[in-house]
């Protein structure tokens, strides 16, 4: 019962580079989603796939895009990152919209 | 604009006394949830409720819809209590608090 499985859990990015953060469940959730967690503030949610083949923004998409690979898997890129995106990132999922929410373990980003 | 706002933000309390983390929230929901973060930064999930009151264990939720807020109270406290306990709405999308961080010291 592994739930949500994030990778990584730890990255060093500099200024400009590119990496794609993984995102897995393995209870047939419909819903998937990506929130970034910042000191003093909520989770803010990124972007969320409500169902396969669907993504929508959230609150703060800029500099980010999602794909969801199938119905288990939902990945976050960051195509140039920015020191602005030095973040801890969960990636979540539900069975549907309000229900539940499982997080994985999140994975701490730093961008120098 | 917070949808969700926690207090206290931060709170100390003794082994064994009673505590009170409270949740108001200004937009329509069907659910809300109280999460806990422990130190090591995971994300659990505690309660999901849509009325009334929940009890597991020495946790204990309440929703009042018509004032738009809810409570989370833990008795007899132990220091593995201490954690932020954040606290989420469902209307069209999840809206969370920043979170009550809370220490027990034994």
């Known amino acids: 019962n592994a739930g949500v499985t994030q990778t990584p859990k730890f990255q060093v990015l500099k200024t400009g580079q590119s990496m794609t953060l993984q995102c897995a469940q393995d209870?047939?959730?419909?819903?998937m989603y990506w929130y970034r967690q910042d000191p003093g503030m909520g989770l803010r949610l990124i972007y969320y796939?409500?169902?396969?083949?669907?993504?929508d923004k959230g609150e703060v998409p800029n500099g980010y895009n999602v794909s969801r690979l199938n119905k288990r898997e939902f990945s976050l890129r960051l195509e140039s990152a920015a020191p602005s995106q030095t973040s801890v990132y969960f990636c979540?999922?539900?069975?549907?919209?309000?229900?539940?929410?499982?997080f994985g373990a999140g994975s701490r980003l730093t961008v120098l | 604009k917070n949808e969700v706002e926690q207090s206290p933000q931060n709170l100390t309390a003794q082994e064994g006394e009673f505590i009170t983390i409270n949740c108001s929230y200004s937009?329509?929901?069907?659910?809300l949830h109280w999460l806990q973060q422990h130190p090591g930064g995971g994300i659990v999930s505690l309660f999901m409720?849509?009325?009334g009151k929940k009890k597991h264990g020495r946790l204990i939720a309440t929703i009042n819809i018509q004032e738009k807020h809810s409570s989370l109270h833990i008795t007899a406290s132990h220091p593995r209590d201490s954690a932020v306990y954040i606290c989420?709405?469902?209307?069209?999308?999840?809206?969370f608090g920043t979170g009550t961080s809370l220490t027990v010291i034994p």
């Open positions: 979540a999922s539900s069975l549907s919209g309000a229900n539940v929410l499982t």
């Open positions: 209870m047939n959730h419909n819903s």
């Open positions: 796939s409500a169902s396969e083949g669907t993504t």
């Open positions: 937009v329509g929901i069907s659910a």
């Open positions: 409720l849509s009325s």
């Open positions: 989420a709405v469902a209307g069209n999308q999840f809206y």
